[in-house]
């Protein structure tokens, strides 16, 4: 009686590696780009979503409320490039862009939430030199100028990577790429 061999033989399988390597070297590029890209706009929508949630906040409790780029956590920092290494979201009370413990003045302000820093990215600039913090007044109004946040990712830099964030003086802020949206 004649058994017929099922498999594949070793050439055969080789064949199929041979193949799938091809495949997976002329893949890799575009997902690469692909990562890039979703990296930097996850970060614009996460302080996109965190302003919007400061204007609301302001709203609904009637107090300032700040968004402040923050490299620690716990307080606000200056530096001009900081954005990339978190921010902060606290009510501002007494309107001084720090978060306060209790004192004399009155209660503590609250932090509402906290951003760590986001690895992917090589800078977060804002355009103007104040662009340290966003304030949001109690009508929901951004008591700084009107301003662009420019999202760089780490590495090499593709042109259609870079995403603005752009804040208006009524403060409604969005998203676009750079260059293509018009923050006016």
């Known amino acids: 009686m004649f ?3 099922i498999g594949l033989t070793l050439v055969e399988l080789m064949m199929v590696l041979a193949m799938m390597a ?3 070297s002329l893949a890799v590029p575009s997902f690469r780009s692909l990562w890039v890209k979703r990296s930097v706009l996850m970060a614009a929508e996460a302080l996109l979503g965190d302003l919007r949630y400061a204007r609301s ?4 409790r009637l107090r ?3 968004v402040c780029q923050s490299s620690n956590g716990d307080s606000c920092t200056r530096d001009g490039a ?3 290494d978190g921010w902060l979201v606290f009510i501002d009370s007494n309107g001084n862009a720090q978060v306060d413990g209790d004192n004399p003045d009155g209660p503590a302000e609250a932090l509402l939430r906290i951003q760590s820093g986001l690895p992917a990215l090589a800078s977060i600039a804002s355009n103007v030199s104040t662009g340290h913090s966003i304030a949001y007044q ?3 109004s951004a008591k700084s100028a009107a301003q662009t946040i420019i999202f760089t990712p780490a590495g090499t830099e593709l042109p259609d990577s870079i995403r603005s964030l752009c804040i208006s003086l009524q403060g409604r802020a969005r998203v676009g790429l750079a260059g293509a949206t018009s923050c006016s």
């Open 64 to 66: 300032p409320v700040l």
């Open 138 to 140: 109690a009508t929901g």
């Open 22 to 24: 091809v495949v997976t």
């Open 82 to 84: 900081a954005w990339a």
């Open 57 to 60: 906040e302001a709203l609904k």
């Open 3 to 5: 058994r017929r061999a």
